[in-house]
């Protein structure tokens, strides 16, 4: 079974924002990457791979995996 993947929302400093889905790792790797203040940065998803300047990002928006599919009880 491939890992669980997150939406993420990110924001760019030109208005647009880019959705993507990504898995524990490849988040876990963006934040890090935000925290250091890297410049560019690699995100590699099922679909495709996006290289963002991470200097023109202004918010990270990560879905709440909180949220189920279907009915819960009766």
Partial sequence: MAPEAT????GLGIGQVVTAR???????????ALEN??????????????VI???TVVFLRVADQSHS???AGS
């Fill in 69 to 71: 599919i279907g009915f």
């Fill in 53 to 55: 300047n991470l200097k």
């Fill in 7 to 10: 939406k993420v929302e990110i």
């Fill in 22 to 32: 990504l898995d524990e790792e490849g988040l876990r790797k963006l934040r890090k």
């Fill in 37 to 50: 203040g890297d410049d560019w940065h690699e995100l590699r998803t099922d679909e495709e791979t996006l």
